[in-house]
């Protein structure tokens, strides 16, 4: 009998994630079947470059220290990555988290798996084993092969994927199970690439601080160590760069009042590189209470809280400020003179064109009755000369008569004593308002007295 049962092309996988985000891995481990004859299996540590959570390492006990000489994921695909493309079968258990994490590692190289279709172990336990009726915690894989008698050390990736190669042929030789219904296809998903941050999200940490302070009031037996061990195991997590064990045993010596300054220091170092003042001023103010009646450290700390409380206001100032300009910039005149100016000038200057263009519409109208006027005196023929006419003529008969008594013709005592200048000439409003009025009568002020008619002449002569 061959090693596997089933035909075709077979990849099974298993990887262990450093933290919480699930973007990236740092183990991987994977048994390659093709036609049934086992023809790879490979056990990789990877560097993922990024931080690792006190409770991941918990999990599958891989610290940072262990991977900085490992290779990263680009390297390991550069050799492995043929067995993940068509027309192999992804195998795992609970596969697609699998699939998912090494597809988000794989999108910061502009690449993922290009395999289409893989196997479940959790659905063939669900639906071919249990069929539905499994109790709480049956699917797990650590129960799975608890119960099916398979060797298994968890949540190491080596023996995981040897478990999930062990149950399909188990359920081969003790069912003769059919595996093409359980063959599923992949759902294509696009991953944003994400950089490698070697600092947790400060949501991260915060969720876990809570935790943390939950433990340490309901006195759970995680935080029944010695003050002296919680601060040993403090100092290793902050050399290795391990934040939440950092966090998990610096907040149980401080709960144990440790009478040490370099632990709540470096707690409020953590925390404020995370964003998290309020937790920095927390911590710091417990410190300077278990320090102020034994040790002179608490000094110190109080200079620490100052200077984290001088930093956080000075972003608060800088927002003020900018709150002002821009309520300035919708008064306009207090902040910004010179704009305020140039829409003061621009303001007049429009009061000025329209003033201007007023009066040349003033003008135009009164050319316009100057010229219907003239044109009525042109048609009355009763209507008499203009008055500048006449006035002209009196002056050029007054400028002769002083040449001929200069030259002697006329004496100057026969002379006849001067006509009186003739009025100036009206404006055009008076002159309009002249010729109105007689018109309307029916009469010229101005028209010489008619010559008596033949009736009265006959009057005359009787």
Known sequence: MADFPYPGK????????????????????????????????????????????????????????????????PQFWADYGQYFEEPYIIGAHNAMSDISVINKDLARIHTEIHATKYVDTMDIMDQFYYRGNQGKGDLKLCNIAEHLGIELDHHNPQSDVNACYEIIRYMYNHFEMDLEPFIKNIKKTKFRPKKHTAVPSSRQMKIFLNYVRKQITRKSPSVDISVLKAKKQGDAAYEEGDYEGVIFNYEVAAAKNWQSASVYLRLAEIYDSLNMTFDANRILEKGIRNLKRTNRDWRILKSMAYNLNRKRRKPESQEAEKQKEASSRKKGSKKYPELAGKKADAANDISKTSENTAETITDQSSSAAGGVETGAESQNPDASQPAPARQSKAVKADASKKKRIRRGNISRRTRKPKKPNPAPAASKSESVSQSAAPKAEGSNPSQPASAPTKVQSAELVH
């Open 10 to 73: 077979f990849t099974f996988v298993d990887v262990e994630i450093p933290n919480l985000n699930n973007d990236c891995i740092c183990a991987i481990s994977m048994i390659v079947i093709d036609e049934g004859e086992e023809k790879l299996r490979v056990t990789e540590l990877i560097n993922p470059r990024t931080f690792f959570s006190a409770n991941n390492i918990k999990i599958h006990h891989i610290h940072r220290k262990d991977v900085l000489d490992s290779r990263t994921l």
